[in-house]
């Protein structure tokens, strides 16, 4: 089993709908989590941190759950420059950040 | 510096030749990351610093590989006898390190082996 899985899409989304991602990780001792986009050709950036309670950012909100070793991203109101691929990121407590394969979006217009 | 920067952007060599790739991390960041992202594939973790020692080289994937860092400043990953294989994009990022992880990448030097 991969340390962080993700389904690799492609998820096509009509402009304005809602999606959601999960993302599943292997250790139960992992420390922390994150979001990050990573556009064609580009570098990742970091979208957003996870924190335990959940966290909110504009159209964005992202999710932890402990007990079932998932968190998970949800875009509302998705715009075309939505349009990427999104990857999980877990630390594992090393500070070895471990990537996901990404899920990659697509909101069509 | 105000990012993470890394030269060359791009590189181009022959099969065999050895080739050195510059990290120049965010001031102040102790860890710093490199990754290997071919075309169309997810990021390939390949070695972890924090500070100037590396407790995590396990995707080093072979020999050929090699990086070194100073102090908390520059790194250079290094790849000898490159082959065909090698060809990708390499993406290095730092950290604050404990207890707070994010990471930020620089742009990546994209390397093609002929």
């Known amino acids: 089993r991969k340390e962080v899985e993700q389904d690799p899409g492609p998820f096509n989304v009509p402009e304005g709908a809602t999606v959601a991602f999960n993302c599943t990780y292997s250790?139960?001792?992992?420390?922390?989590f994150f979001w990050y986009r990573q556009d064609c050709r580009k570098e990742p950036k970091l979208l957003m941190s996870?924190?335990?309670s959940g966290n909110e950012d504009g159209r964005f909100t992202a999710q932890l759950n402990r007990a079932s070793q998932y968190i998970s991203l949800l875009i509302r109101d998705s715009k075309l420059s939505d349009s990427a691929t999104y990857l999980c990121?877990?630390?594992?407590?090393?500070?070895?950040?471990?990537f996901g394969t990404g899920t990659r979006l697509t909101i069509i217009p | 510096g105000a990012g993470v920067s890394q030269s060359p952007s791009n590189k181009v060599t022959e099969k065999g030749k050895d080739v050195e790739l510059r990290c120049d991390p965010i001031?102040?960041?102790?860890?710093l990351y490199w990754y290997r992202q071919r075309l169309g594939q997810g990021l390939e973790f390949l070695i972890y610093?924090?500070?100037?020692?590396?407790?995590?080289k396990s995707g080093l994937p072979s020999d050929r590989f090699s990086a070194e860092r100073t102090g908390e400043s520059v790194s250079t990953l290094t790849i000898q006898r490159t082959q065909q294989e090698d060809s990708a994009v390499y993406l290095c990022?730092?950290?604050?390190?404990?207890?707070?992880?994010?990471?930020?990448f620089g742009q990546g030097t994209r390397l093609t082996v002929v």
């Open positions: 990022a730092s950290s604050l390190g404990p207890p707070r992880s994010e990471a930020f």
């Open positions: 996870v924190y335990s």
């Open positions: 990121v877990v630390n594992f407590g090393n500070e070895k950040l471990t």
């Open positions: 001031s102040g960041h102790t860890a």
């Open positions: 250790n139960s001792a992992s420390q922390s």
């Open positions: 610093f924090q500070g100037n020692s590396a407790p995590d």
